[in-house]
């Protein structure tokens, strides 16, 4: 089974074919278990979780083009991190989007149970933060490194980035709304700095989704490749 990451801003019916490989893997997962609809936990520490955990459920119930799914939906709050039994007994796994400290923050306590899980062939979806912390160090929200400033600074953003354990699905960093917040900046200035050794960065309503078959690319956008070079850094981009 796969990882699929998501860079942000796939939120209507239109993207909901960018979720379909990741339902139809759930599908192929709840066949081989004997159940004839697949049961996917839904997983979201957005600010507006209830909201933001019912959105994405019905993405995944449109991307499935009519065919039953159980929703398991879970809205996290602030300091109240998720239980194992949020991801229990399902077929598949989608994680949201939100405050990337928060979301890692939430689903720490269950990072070991996701990789088991995943690794025994549960596919995992994450989207905007909730890909971020698929990786195995998951950047957060800063924009300098060494003071400098190396991406867009917003308001509550003009700290040193630091990077965090992820849940450790992929062991390159990613980053999000890469093209549409000039996020690709941070990502180079990240893998040139030594702070990670590779990275992948991921535009809106693009997908990345990583398998037994190697990477695929689908969407609009581009998924940017950064690795360290004898001089410096290789930016390429995949799948285009």
Known sequence: MSVHLIGGGATTSADAPLYAPFVAEAAQRARLAGRTRPRIAVISLHPEAEEKAQALGELLSEAGTGAAIDMHLTAGRPG???????????D?????????????AGL??????????????????????????????SFGGGSRIGGLVVSPEYADEGY?????????????AVEVHVA???????????VES??????LGIDERT?????????????????????????????????R
């Open 92 to 104: 598949g796994i989608a994680v949201g989007g939100g405050v990337v400290e928060d979301v890692r």
């Open 160 to 172: 040193e980035l630091e990077i965090e354990a992820g849940i450790g699905l992929i062991d390159v």
């Open 180 to 190: 549409q917040r000039g996020m690709l900046s941070r990502l180079v200035a990240a």
């Open 194 to 199: 030594g702070l990670v050794a590779g990275g």
């Open 108 to 137: 720490e306590p269950v990072f070991s149970e996701l990789r088991r899980l995943v690794a025994d062939g549960v596919p995992f979806l994450g989207v905007s933060a909730g890909a971020m912390i698929a990786s195995e160090g």
């Open 207 to 239: 997908a990345l989704i990583l398998g037994d078959d190697g990477l695929r690319v689908e969407g609009e956008g581009s998924v940017w490749r950064v690795l360290p070079a004898e001089d410096g850094v290789l930016v390429s981009t995949l799948g």
């Open 80 to 90: 109240e991190p998720i239980g194992r039994g949020a991801i229990a007994d399902v």
